[in-house]
């Protein structure tokens, strides 16, 4: 699919890279998060994980900064500072198609 931006939370994360990793990150569907397979009709154990083959020449970064507070039902704000680079390198975020030989 498509795509031109990216929302990354920052609760936990001081930098811009490790926010970026932590989106990147491989989830484990385990007990009450377990995949619902179409095909069997059977909740299954599965991984999930966002890939990016290449990138869009205009790629936006949306920084996640608000959270609900479910004991006092408001939004909260984060105002921890993040830290950027000077040049962002998206090198480590990118992943071969499959079947390029590039595995």
């Given at each position: 699919?498509?795509?031109?931006?990216?929302?990354?939370?920052?609760?936990?994360?001081?930098?811009?890279?490790?926010?970026?990793?932590?989106?990147?990150?491989?989830?484990e569907l385990r007990?009450?998060?377990?995949?619902?397979?179409?095909?069997?009709?059977?909740?299954?154990?599965?991984?999930?994980?966002?890939?990016?083959?290449?990138?869009?020449?205009?790629?936006?970064?949306?920084?996640?900064?608000?959270?609900y507070d479910l004991?006092?039902?408001?939004?909260?704000?984060?105002?921890?500072?993040?830290?950027?680079?000077?040049?962002?390198?998206?090198?480590?975020?990118?992943?071969?198609?499959?079947?390029?030989?590039?595995?």
């Amino acid at each position: 699919h498509a795509f031109l931006e990216l929302s990354l939370q920052v609760k936990g994360h001081k930098t811009l890279a490790g926010a970026l990793a932590s989106y990147f990150e491989t989830e484990e569907l385990r007990g009450a998060d377990r995949y619902a397979c179409r095909h069997c009709d059977d909740r299954c154990d599965a991984t999930r994980r966002v890939a990016l083959r290449r990138l869009p020449r205009l790629l936006n970064l949306q920084l996640v900064r608000y959270a609900y507070d479910l004991r006092t039902g408001e939004r909260k704000k984060r105002v921890d500072p993040v830290v950027f680079p000077d040049r962002l390198d998206m090198a480590p975020f990118l992943s071969p198609a499959p079947g390029d030989g590039a595995e």
